[in-house]
């Protein structure tokens, strides 16, 4: 049964987003890795072309004509290059732990079903915090992992698959989602900030525009670790690390641990 993992990635090292160690944290688990990568100016394409030989990064200028589907296009079109069996949509700061991949394995091999959930822990900051209470738009289940149908596009605001022309979520088995650990909201503070202000104009229902604040605002006004919005949502994670965590903790620690010791109420 070929496994194909998919993404899409511009500017990845600058936007922080750990985009090397989810590519080579990946490698065991897939056949296949297909990279859209939009043309990046910061050296991420670069950094992930010489990972390993089953990535395969592929170069493609954005469509600009609309700023709230250019990245559902990407994803679609390293989609359609899958050459698997079986798929699997991760955006380049999303994690299958180690342990979950025999039993994403199994699961693919006795399934009757053509699309299944994936399960988030989003983590904040560091990788020994994550977002318990999670806030309204912030999902705690996705559809990723499907067949390699034509029948089956990335839509909305990219997060998920489905077949064409559905409304509705597909029946689940039960314990079938897989884990997934999220480090979206472990980057540089600065970067952080900018990536909520520019999918906020990117989505916005009424009017979709592409932000052009200068980056180096966001630098000299970068998300605070201490807001008030997330503090109470907040608990200490105490499940295992994925092995790139373990491998290099400083690059999953974006607040210098500030969020762990106040939650455990550690001077140091």
Excluded at 171 to 177: M, T
Excluded at 202 to 216: E, I, L, M, S, Y
Excluded at 218 to 241: C, I, N, T
Excluded at 256 to 266: A, F, K, N, P
Aim: hydrophobic share 35%; proline share 7%; charged share 30%.
């Amino acid at each position: 049964m070929k496994l194909s993992v998919y993404t899409f990635v511009r500017n990845g090292l600058y936007y922080d987003f750990h985009v090397v160690q989810m590519l080579r944290h990946h490698v065991p688990l897939a056949d296949e890795i297909v990279v859209v990568e939009g043309y990046s100016d910061d050296g991420t394409y670069e950094a992930i072309t010489q990972i390993d030989p089953k990535i395969q990064v592929v170069r493609q200028r954005e469509d600009r004509s609309d700023p709230n589907a250019w990245h559902r296009k990407f994803k679609n079109d390293a989609r359609a290059r899958c050459t698997g069996d079986w798929c699997v949509l991760l955006d380049c700061d999303e994690f299958i732990p180690e342990w979950e991949f025999g039993r994403l394995r199994r699961l693919i091999e006795t399934t009757d079903q053509a699309i299944l959930p994936v399960r988030f822990t989003h983590f904040y900051g560091n990788y020994r915090v994550f977002i318990a209470d999670l806030p309204e738009i912030t999902p705690q289940t996705g559809w990723r992992i499907h067949r390699n149908l034509p029948t089956i596009e990335v839509w909305g605001d990219g997060a998920n698959v489905r077949e064409i022309g559905r409304t509705d979520d597909p029946p689940a088995p039960a314990d079938a989602a897989i884990a997934v650990h999220h480090f979206g909201t472990v980057r540089h503070a600065a970067r952080l900030r900018q990536k909520w202000r520019t999918q906020a104009k990117q989505h916005d229902a009424r009017k979709p525009t592409w932000d052009r604040t200068p980056g180096v605002l966001f630098d000299m006004f970068p998300h605070r670790w201490e807001d008030p919005d997330f503090l109470p949502r907040l608990q200490v994670y105490d499940g295992p690390y994925i092995d790139e965590v373990v491998r290099d903790p400083a690059e999953f620690t974006r607040d210098d641990l500030w969020l762990y010791r106040h939650l455990t109420g550690r001077s140091a």
